[in-house]
């Protein structure tokens, strides 16, 4: 087996999707496309990235979506939610609820180890996707060329994204109307992407998918997985500044985000660039929802092209 072959082997080992240029794509030439790992957000999946690996494969990018630990084929399901019985999903505690963001880091850490010997690699974090790479990062400064925040959490200040949601720049998030019985009480942010109530499904589209239309939602809408562990959340994401805050960093702001609104957004990139100001953010910006690898897959693989 080449060694080509054998990485792009261990690299689908580890859970998620890998894309490259083949000899039927016409990618640029004349200079490396880049590396890309991309890190996937609350309830969310490698699977989600797929039209964004694809853009960014036809240019000649070598992309890895990764599979967060509960996620995608790792997902793991309250026999409530399977069965759909309402009254006991709002208490039957998370299969999940022992999930930590360590072991959300050990799984980038582990794919950025592999990826690093393919050439300068940029790390995409997506909404919780954010602790995962300032940690990541945080653990392997000189493996990673760059840190790109897509719409995600970055705790300076504060230690975790619970401190960030209590703050007025919060005031806008409808995130906690798609919640489902007590976090505390279950080990996890749950979500019942299977509802028959077509109420609640729009709900979920506006909060998570609000400039897609309901057709083009459907398909993100049955990816979903119900429970994101309490974990992550609640666990000190920040970086230091001889490690973390040494890494070439960009935010991608979306200013339709109903999760984490822009306002917010904002106040972590003037938090950062405070904290380490000779490494401040680039900043660019789509005027997108919170999920732009779903509504503007082109824009955004551009931004990100345009980083490697």
């Not at 082997?9 to 640029?28: D, E, K, N, V, Y």
């Amino acid at each position: 087996m080449s060694r080509r072959r054998f990485q792009v082997a261990s690299l689908l080992a580890w859970g998620g999707t890998f894309a490259a240029a083949t000899s039927g794509a016409s990618p640029q030439r004349g200079k490396d496309q880049g590396t890309f790992l991309l890190v996937h957000g609350s309830w969310h999946s490698a699977i989600h990235w797929d039209a964004v690996s694809a853009i960014l494969a036809g240019k000649g990018s070598r992309v890895l979506a990764t599979d967060l630990p509960g996620h995608g084929l790792k997902a793991k399901f309250p026999e409530a939610y399977l069965r759909q019985d309402l009254a006991a999903l709002a208490t039957e505690p998370s299969p999940l609820k022992d999930v930590s963001l360590n072991d959300y880091v050990a799984a980038v850490v582990t794919a950025a180890r592999g990826l690093a010997q393919c050439g300068p690699l940029t790390v995409v974090g997506h909404s919780l996707g954010g602790l995962a790479i300032t940690r990541a990062a945080e653990a392997i400064p000189g493996l990673i060329h760059r840190l790109v925040y897509l719409t995600a959490y970055c705790p300076v200040r504060l230690p975790s994204v619970l401190g960030y949601a209590t703050l007025p720049e919060n005031a806008r998030s409808r995130f906690k109307g798609l919640l489902l019985g007590d976090p505390k009480r279950i080990g996890a942010f749950r979500i019942n992407s299977r509802s028959c109530n077509p109420a609640f499904i729009e709900e979920i589209r506006q909060t998570l998918y609000n400039d897609l239309p309901a057709q083009a939602f459907a398909p993100f809408a049955h990816s979903l997985t119900s429970d994101d562990p309490l974990l992550p959340m609640i666990t000190d994401a920040r970086g230091t500044r001889d490690r973390w805050g040494r890494v070439h960093r960009t935010f991608i702001r979306c200013t339709l985000d109903n999760v984490i609104p822009i306002a917010l957004q904002d106040r972590m990139i003037r938090e950062a660039d405070a904290f380490t100001p000779e490494n401040r953010f680039e900043v660019k910006t789509l005027d997108a929802g919170h999920s732009p690898f779903a509504s503007q897959p082109e824009q955004l693989a551009a931004i990100l092209a345009a980083l490697a």
